[in-house]
């Protein structure tokens, strides 16, 4: 069964740079598109970006200039980063694999890497 | 932007049927998914490709979806469903992915 391991730092400052990666142990790395997706305390989902393995992206449009999704094949990991956060970007961040069907969708979950933006 | 749209909050009885709506432009064309997400847990895929279960989601969640309305049932509601369910989709391009606002299911 799938697993997703995420890690980074929680705490940062304003105009610092967010920098989160995602481990994925036993399964396919290469079958599957890889994402992230974050939750502002008390608020609902928003879909950020993904990447496939083959380093191509697609990103939230309200985020795309400060966002960058990567991917190291030869670890099984992804990566994200979001310059110059500021409150705003608080919030808990999941990573997830992402199903290549007729839809693109989230099918496994993260468990969460809580985030705070604050001076 | 695309948006899809769900109604804040949802209320039944143990044993009654839930029916949480999400309505979106492109769902004619584009599939819907549904996330359940108890409180301080990740989300949990309950229903793929309008009306498919993964497995191990128990029998009593179905998916439905006709014209711009996708539906989410519970049939016979259980005091453990209580979560906030996320429908989600595609822009009718298909590259950009949305999430509903979410719905509050209350089951007591």
């Known amino acids: 069964q799938v697993q997703l391991q995420q890690w980074g730092a929680g705490l940062l400052k304003p105009s610092e740079t967010l920098s989160l990666t995602c481990a994925v142990y036993s399964g396919s790395f290469s079958s599957f598109c890889w994402g992230w997706i974050r939750q502002p305390p008390g608020k609902g989902l928003e879909w950020i970006g993904e990447v496939n393995h083959g380093g191509s992206t697609n990103y939230n449009p309200s985020l795309k200039s400060r966002v960058t999704i990567s991917v190291d094949t030869s670890r099984n990991q992804f990566s994200l980063k979001l310059t110059s956060v500021t409150a705003a970007d608080t919030a808990v961040y999941y990573c997830?694999?992402?199903?290549?069907?007729?839809?693109?969708?989230?099918?496994?979950w993260g468990l969460g890497t809580t985030v705070t933006v604050s001076s | 932007s695309y948006e899809l749209t769900q109604p804040p909050s949802v209320s039944v009885s143990p044993g009654q049927t839930a029916r949480i709506t999400c309505s979106g432009d492109?769902?004619?064309?584009?599939?819907a998914y549904w996330y359940q997400q108890k409180s301080g847990q990740a989300p949990v895929l309950v229903i793929y490709?309008?009306?498919k279960r993964p497995s191990g989601i128990p029998e009593r969640f179905s998916g439905s979806s006709s014209g711009t309305m996708a539906t989410l049932t519970i049939s016979g509601a259980q005091v453990e469903d209580e979560a906030d369910y996320y429908c989600?989709?595609?822009?009718?391009?298909?590259?950009?992915?949305?999430f509903g606002g979410g719905t509050d299911l209350t089951v007591l």
């Open positions: 492109a769902l004619p064309k584009k599939y």
């Open positions: 490709e309008d009306s």
């Open positions: 997830a694999r992402v199903s290549v069907a007729a839809t693109f969708y989230m099918d496994v």
């Open positions: 989600y989709s595609t822009d009718s391009s298909g590259n950009h992915r949305v």
